[in-house]
Structure formats: structure tokens, C-alpha cells
T-cell receptor, first 120, second 114 residues
Framework: EAGVTQFPSHSVIEKGQTVTLRCDPI?????LYWYRRVMGKEIKFLLH????????ESGMPNNRFLAERTGGTYSTLKVQPAELEDSGVYFC??????????????????FGQGTRLTVV | AQSVTQPDIHITVSEGASLELRCNYS??????LFWYVQSPGQGLQLLLK??????LVQGIKGFEAEFKRSQSSFNLRKPSVHWSDAAEYFC????????????FGTGTRLTVIP
């Protein structure tokens, strides 16, 4: 079974440009999450999709970030325009059940390998 | 506010030696607790998790962690480290109801020397 896949693995862009990150979750996983790790800091939650709906986007830093999940399958995270402080590693994760179903084996979140974004 | 503290940024151990990685959390109630590992070029992999019951939790790759409510800690241990354990380790907490996300610590990078 394929895991969570993220594209690209690395991206270097100039300040002011646009970048789109893609996440393909595990097939059948309704829950999809985006997280970000700025260098040396903790991994921080960005948002949570349930199928195609945004369940929680409280972690999105500002309106330069736009996440979509059309059709409830793969998701994209667009940064437009990119700023220097957007540099970091963006992780995607998916789970079959939501995280508060913690006792369920299907609540485990599986993470992708991350996309390293460098804004210069 | 929820937070997770991993006080050790970098730890170096010799292969075969024992390992303990520290994790302290601040949370309004007893959370779910997790340890993840990220090996170079890989995604975050779940090592183990605590939801309820026995406070000593066994995980994959020979790791275990102990939940100590009185100390708000969830330290990760391994009796004998292998070179392949070199990676970055993240402690995380999650809410038992309603919240959607995990709160992570800043990570501890483990170096294993021969």
C-alpha cells in the first residue's frame, strides 16, 4: 500500500513567486492534515480537511496560504506570494478516522516525507 | 496553552548504549501522547502512543515510553541503541475531544557513534 506522497521534495523559489505543494494521501483516508516546520522550531499544525471540507484552518499563518482538496482526494497548498519566513518543511498527513477517535487504530496519522521549501 | 518541551536538541550515544529522550508537556487535561521518528529522507513514523491504561507503552523498533502524570512527562527509552536509530525524534500531544491537531516538540536529533 502506498503511503502519503508529497511533491516536490524540494523547492527553491524567489521571494514574491508562487509555489504549489501537493499531497496525495493514503487511499480511503478522509482526514488530511498539513503541518509546517520552520527551521529549528516545532512542527506546527496548519489545517485539517475532512474529505473536501476544511474542518479546521486555525493554523494557517495568513491569507497568502491557500489549501484545497478538490474531490476529497489529493490536496494542494499554494503560497502566493512567497516570503522569506515561509521557508521550512511542509508535512502532509492522513488518517482514516479523526484524531479524537484516539482509541481507534484508524486514527493514526501517517505522514509524508515533507516538502522542503526555501524562499530566497 | 498546549505545549511540548523536548529539552535536548541533540544527543550523541554510542552504539549499544541505553537511550532516554525527554519530553514534557503542558496541557489542560490528560492528552494523547505520541513519539514520532524521522529518518533522513523519510516521513514521520509513529513509534508509539499512549491513550489510556498501562503507563508503560511498548512501540516499534524496541522503543518504549512511560507516561508520568505527576511529572507531565512522556520520556522515550531504548535499552540498546543501534546505528540505524540515528534520526530525529518528536514528541507530540493530541486532544481527547474536538481538536484536530497534534502539538509537537522541537525535536531531538540522535547521533549514534560506533
Amino acid at each position: 500500500e502506498a503511503g502519503v506522497t508529497q511533491f516536490p521534495s524540494h523547492s527553491v523559489i524567489e521571494k514574491g513567486q508562487t509555489v504549489t505543494l501537493r499531497c496525495d494521501p493514503i487511499s480511503g483516508h478522509d482526514n488530511l492534515y498539513w503541518y509546517r516546520r520552520v527551521m529549528g522550531k516545532e512542527i506546527k499544525f496548519l489545517l485539517h480537511f475532512v474529505k473536501e471540507s476544511k474542518q479546521d484552518e486555525s493554523g494557517m499563518p495568513n491569507n497568502r496560504f491557500l489549501a484545497e482538496r478538490t474531490g476529497g482526494t489529493y490536496s494542494t497548498l499554494k503560497v502566493q506570494p512567497a516570503e522569506l519566513e515561509d521557508s521550512g518543511v511542509y508535512f502532509c498527513a492522513s488518517s482514516q478516522d479523526p484524531p479524537w477517535a484516539g482509541g481507534s487504530l484508524n486514527a493514526e496519522a501517517f505522514f509524508g516525507q515533507g516538502t522542503r521549501l526555501t524562499v530566497v | 496553552a498546549q505545549s511540548v518541551t523536548q529539552p535536548d536538541i541533540h544527543i550523541t550515544v554510542s552504539e549499544g548504549a541505553s537511550l532516554e529522550l525527554r519530553c514534557n508537556y503542558s496541557y489542560g487535561a490528560t492528552p494523547y501522547l505520541f513519539w514520532y521518528v524521522q529518518s533522513p529522507g523519510q516521513g514521520l513514523q509513529l513509534l508509539l502512543k499512549y491513550f489510556s491504561g498501562d503507563t508503560l507503552v511498548q512501540g516499534i523498533k524496541g522503543f518504549e515510553a512511560e507516561f508520568k502524570r505527576s511529572q507531565s512527562s512522556f520520556n522515550l527509552r531504548k535499552p540498546s541503541v543501534h546505528w540505524s536509530d540515528a534520526a530525529e525524534y518528536f514528541c507530540a500531544v493530541g486532544a481527547r475531544t474536538g481538536a484536530n491537531n497534534l502539538f509537537f516538540g522541537t525535536g531531538t536529533r540522535l547521533t549514534v557513534i560506533p
